[in-house]
């Protein structure tokens, strides 16, 4: 059981690549979590909308989500739906998201809009320990309106070719967002995902992403595992679909680092 007294903690799951994990490790790490006790809530960033989807909420369930959230000013408290884990809520989106980079473009201070909506007062009355944002595949003004609300960035890293090049841009992106408006901004790892120990390009990326990020890296890999991408189809997180599996086992493995390690460091 985490204490509840503790400031909750913002997570940003980030990476501008598509397909990499960033949705899986969202809904699995928050489930991982909601077996230690806490009680977690998942924003889905992406117009996407694949963590909602994979967590049981059909479109027509989705009347505010975080378009109304980010443009028209709803509260965080009325977009919030619960999921079939009565620890585990979502503020979903919808495709209509997809018009929200550009039109928060015009807008004031514009970078904030997601951290004004989102204070930790919000966040801790609300009652949850952690937050995870589930960031869509680019680096656009959603990402850094999830960048400049968080306390912490977690990269998922998938292990094929080019997996590190999309990484030194990113990097470029969060130090830009540490210079101007959130200094106090962390890493709090990266994390191996579909990792195939048997693979030598598995290997090769993680001994590369260990000797350019060292410790930020995540000991925990998780591996690649046909048990994870069945979960979202029936609407489950992999934790409660199949409790046993290796890539349960992992998303497990990983909440222990994540609770065990300090705070994220700054790179
Ligand atoms: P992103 O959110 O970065 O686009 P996803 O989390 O949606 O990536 O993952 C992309 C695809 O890979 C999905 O079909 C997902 O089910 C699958 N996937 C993710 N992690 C694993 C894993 N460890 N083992 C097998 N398939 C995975
Ligand atoms: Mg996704």
Not at 124 to 135: S, W
Not at 158 to 167: N, R
Not at 261 to 267: S, T
């Amino acid at each position: 059981m985490s204490n509840r007294t503790t400031q909750p903690k913002i997570i940003a799951v980030v990476n501008q690549k598509g397909g990499v994990g960033k949705t899986t490790t969202a809904i699995n790490l928050a489930a991982a979590l909601v077996e230690q006790g806490e009680r977690v809530l998942i924003i889905d960033l992406d117009p996407q909308g694949n963590a909602s989807t994979g967590l049981g909420i059909m479109p027509d369930q989705r009347e505010l989500t975080t378009y109304e959230l980010l443009l028209e000013g709803a509260l965080i408290k009325d977009i919030v739906v619960k999921t079939n884990n009565p620890n585990l809520d979502i503020a979903p989106s919808t495709t209509d998201l997809s018009s929200a980079d550009i039109q928060l473009a015009s807008r004031e201070r514009r970078s904030f809009i997601l951290k004004n909506a989102l204070s930790q007062q919000t966040v801790r009355d609300l009652g949850y320990q952690h937050v995870f944002i589930d960031c869509p595949p680019s680096l656009n003004l959603l990402t850094v309106n999830a960048m400049v609300a968080s306390d912490s960035i977690l990269v998922p890293l998938q292990s094929e070719y080019f997996a590190l090049e999309g990484l030194s841009q990113l990097m470029l992106t969060y130090r830009d967002v540490r210079q101007t408006a959130n200094p106090k901004l962390r890493i709090e790892g990266i994390v191996l995902t579909m990792f195939d120990r048997r693979n030598n390009l598995s290997l090769q990326v993680e001994a590369d992403a260990r000797s350019a990020m060292g410790e930020l890296v995540f000991e925990t890999r998780v591996p690649r595992n046909v048990r994870v991408s069945e979960a979202p189809s029936f609407a489950k997180p992999v934790l409660s679909f199949d409790p046993t599996s290796k890539g349960s086992i992992a998303y497990r493995a990983l909440a222990q680092e994540l609770l065990s390690r300090k705070v994220g460091q700054a790179a």
